[in-house]
């Protein structure tokens, strides 16, 4: 067992991320609570605030407190696991230190995010049918899914999904043909961006059947889903892909939708390239970029 900070295994994720081998972030709701794991190896440790961010926080286990704003030091035993609880007192970073005697070149870091609710507005839209294919999920199916992604948000990055409507609007083409796949032409997507009603600051999830595009049979691949920031659109494949795979696109393409690029080298990060249903967490500066913060976390760590 190696002195560090960690999460209990098969743990949802919520927030947590430790970005290189040596520093680990968590994201705290302001007023809310998380928990992590501080373990020691065959020396004793101590975790004690550290650098010039120390935000209000308070760190418990047991009766013991350690307050990022005091000199409170808590003492990590040889061969321990101690799991804290964080409470986020007012908003802001807050940093500590986990160092063991004769060895600061050991020392590990933990940065603590403590953000107010961040709210983006959003609509939910859903392609029904033409004249030829029809939608294979219904309006139900979809409006679970996103309230699967919106729970994710705001317990990954304190971000809350705010859907002006309140239901999925459900969009009828009985005399045209659509097409299938549905190409996203320049002129679909101003119709639709029309449909919608798409607003400055507010992302539009239209779902279809398939969309794509180009019309090339002999494309290499097919997306899942795709998503124009400038027009505040994000297209949603419903075929072809289980529920949670479809969860796992509808936060995706959100991902874009507020500025985030591919993760090319994690496969369990949400933004990582090609259709999978084990997308499941958001990095540290993902959260901090989400939240409208710098995301290069270097000069808060340290």
């Not at 970005?19 to 190896?41: C, L, N």
């Not at 990590?76 to 005697?101: C, D, M, R, W, Y």
């Not at 030829?132 to 304190?158: C, D, G, H, W």
Request: hydrophobic share 35%; glycine share 8%.
């Amino acid at each position: 067992m190696g002195a560090g900070f960690s999460k209990e295994k098969d743990k949802q994720p919520d927030g947590f991320d430790t970005f290189t081998r040596s520093s680990a972030y968590q994201m705290v709701p302001h007023k809310g609570e998380r928990e992590f794991i501080v373990s020691s190896d065959h020396r004793e440790w101590t975790l004690t605030p550290a650098g010039k961010w120390r935000g209000d926080v308070t760190l418990s286990t047991g009766d013991q407190r350690v307050k990022a704003q005091g000199k409170n030091t808590f003492t990590i035993p040889a061969q321990a696991s101690i799991t804290f609880k964080v409470t986020g007192n007012t908003t802001g970073p807050a940093h500590f230190s986990l160092e063991t005697a004769g060895a600061p070149a050991e020392a590990q870091h933990l940065m603590i995010s403590v953000l107010p609710t961040r709210r983006r507005d959003i609509t939910i839209s859903s392609i029904k049918f033409d004249m030829f294919t029809q939608n294979p999920m219904s309006r139900s199916e979809i409006f679970n899914q996103v309230s699967v992604v919106s729970k994710l948000y705001l317990k990954q990055a304190n971000v809350e999904l705010i859907d002006s409507q309140g239901y999925v609007d459900e969009m009828e083409f009985p005399l045209e043909n659509l097409g299938d796949p549905i190409i996203l032409g320049t002129y679909f997507k101003l119709r639709m961006k029309k449909h919608v009603g798409a607003m400055r600051n507010r992302v539009s999830l239209i779902y279809g059947w398939d969309f794509e595009e180009d019309s090339d049979p002999n494309r290499e691949e097919t997306v899942r889903g795709d998503t124009f920031p400038l027009l505040g659109l994000c297209f949603v494949d419903t075929r072809r892909d289980t529920l949670r795979q479809v969860a796992s696109t509808t936060a995706h393409e959100l991902g874009h939708a507020f500025d985030l690029g591919h993760e090319d080298n994690d496969q369990t990060n949400i933004m990582a390239p090609g259709p999978s249903s084990t997308k499941i967490r958001f990095n540290a500066r993902q959260i901090e970029a989400l939240n409208g913060f710098n995301p290069s976390l270097d000069t808060l760590v340290f």
